[in-house]
């Protein structure tokens, strides 16, 4: 009887003692599970029509997350503006609101990103893909040259006549180190001068309504063509809602999707 009792409670002690290993093993998998999810780096690329805000996020994730991001927008006004000769040939589809030819924006950006491979910081790209064939190219160079990047599409999603009214307002920093975006309802850029570094506020020269309207239509045609290949391609389209919404609220929001 007492024999028993002694088998039975080493029985039981055993399968205690078992359960927890499994338990422990569990929970360090777990562990190095989040651990590895928390160093994932990430490739974002941010959908949404000129204005939607996507610039104004990505700053918020530069400055608050160390993200780096690429603005092909604004790489191609740098060029611009330093007279370079890519430049110069930028300068005649960006003054119409034309796209820049698939073949110059994806060698320009593949420079950028193989330069940054060997970091160790998530990417936003803002105004790249635009057409499906860069769609393409950017999965190739992330699986050729950066396969340990996640790619996440994010589209931010907003009415256009919300937007067509923020963009003629939008002021942006002349400074090329600087490029903070603001709007003409702040009270604190009433001196045109830039509140971080002082410089000059301009009008970026497509920001009147008549290259807007090319644009929203560019746009719109070349949002359509890159969803059906994302979808094609079986990846997951992820909505930010940015209807009428501070910076703030929006980057909060953001931060809840990684
Ligand atoms: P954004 O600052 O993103 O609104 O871009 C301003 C202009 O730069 C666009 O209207 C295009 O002319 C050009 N651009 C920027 N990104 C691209 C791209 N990925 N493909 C083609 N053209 C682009």
New binding site residues.
């Given amino acids: 009887m007492l024999k028993g009792k002694i088998l039975l409670s080493t029985v039981v002690l055993g399968l205690i003692f078992l359960s927890g290993c499994f338990i422990f093993n569990d929970s360090t998998e777990n562990r190095g599970k989040q651990k590895e999810m928390a160093k994932e780096k990430m490739i974002f690329t941010f959908l949404g029509a ?1 204005g939607s805000g ?2 104004t996020l990505a700053q918020r994730c530069a400055n608050n997350l160390g993200f780096e991001v690429l ?4 790489l ?2 740098q060029h611009i503006s330093n007279k370079t000769n890519i430049g110069k040939k ?1 300068n005649e ?2 003054e ?7 073949e110059l ?1 994806v060698k320009m ?1 593949k420079e950028w990103l193989t330069s940054r491979s060997d970091s160790d910081k998530s990417i936003i790209l ?6 499906s064939l ?1 769609a393409k190219k950017l999965l190739e160079i992330i699986q050729q040259d950066m396969p340990n990047y996640v790619f996440k599409i994010v589209k931010l999603e907003i009415p256009q006549e919300e937007i067509s009214q923020r963009l003629v307002n939008r002021r942006v920093c002349s400074n090329k180190r600087c490029q903070a975006i603001y709007n003409t309802s702040m009270p604190e850029i009433s001196s045109g001068k830039c509140p971080k570094c002082g410089a000059e506020l301009l009008q ?1 020269k ?1 920001d009147t309504p008549e290259v807007i309207a090319d ?1 929203f239509e ?1 746009y719109n045609k070349h949002e359509k063509e890159l969803i059906n290949f994302y979808e094609s391609e079986g990846l997951e389209i992820e909505k930010l809602n940015v209807s009428q919404k501070t910076p703030d609220i929006i980057f909060q929001d953001f931060k809840k999707m990684l």
């Fill in positions: 000129p996507k610039g603005s092909t927008g604004d191609f006004r930028l589809y960006m119409k609101g034309q796209l820049v030819p698939d924006v950006v803002d105004g790249f893909p635009r057409t860069q970026r497509d644009r560019v």
